[in-house]
């Protein structure tokens, strides 16, 4: 029996900013740099964000400065500037309200379900979208990559999530958008919902949970 939904944000909650929007060629094009070399290199080094290693605009800066561009020799050292980056993020943010609400009204049916947020994001991010939309209230553990050390679909992520909630991998839904992240859940005996549209999850994830959660009148 299923008694712990996880639940990723990007895909899910959430468009996915650096490969949906143009949050990093804005950036690119703002300080001077290559768009698709920037992109790539952001990409790439996600795991040293998303992992809590690294604040997000320190690894942005460094790779602003690897591109070559020429704000980086400013004498003043001020060149970098994060409030504009975040201006910038919030606006590309996109919340899918109707996965939302469907969260929400099944944790409001299942009140014995778990529900808790796995996904990859930096803190800084992480924490700027819920202050614009508020998704850390929808949780009852907060199980970001950053807050655990460990990068979704890594075996150690998997483990330390599933500890910190108390579940074993027979016990927890994993509703993702990446496929990666959905095999190895599944290899790891979870059950999946891959949400390869957001139209996915307000689609399916009543009619899955239903499947694999018996109701207390059954």
Known sequence: MIRALLVDAGGVLFNNINEETSFVPDVARRYGVDESRLLGAVLSSAHA??????????VLRGLLEEAGSPFADASDGEWFD?????????????????????????ARARPELTLVL??????HWDHLKDQCHGHY?????????????????SA???????????????????????TTVIAVARDLGMRTLHVSSPEVLRNHLRETVENLVPSASS
């Open 137 to 153: 209230r929808l949780f009852d553990h907060l199980c970001s990559s950053w807050r655990v050390g460990q990068v979704k679909p």
């Open 156 to 178: 150690e992520y998997f483990a330390e999530t599933l500890d910190r909630c108390g579940v074993d991998p027979r016990e927890a839904l994993m509703i993702d958008d990446r």
């Open 118 to 123: 796995a996904n990859n994001e930096a803190e």
């Open 82 to 106: 994060g409030q504009w980056v975040d201006r910038l993020y919030a606006t590309h943010v996109r919340c899918y309200s109707s996965n939302v609400v469907e969260l929400t009204e099944v």
């Open 49 to 58: 964000y998303e992992s809590g290693a690294c604040h997000a605009h320190e």
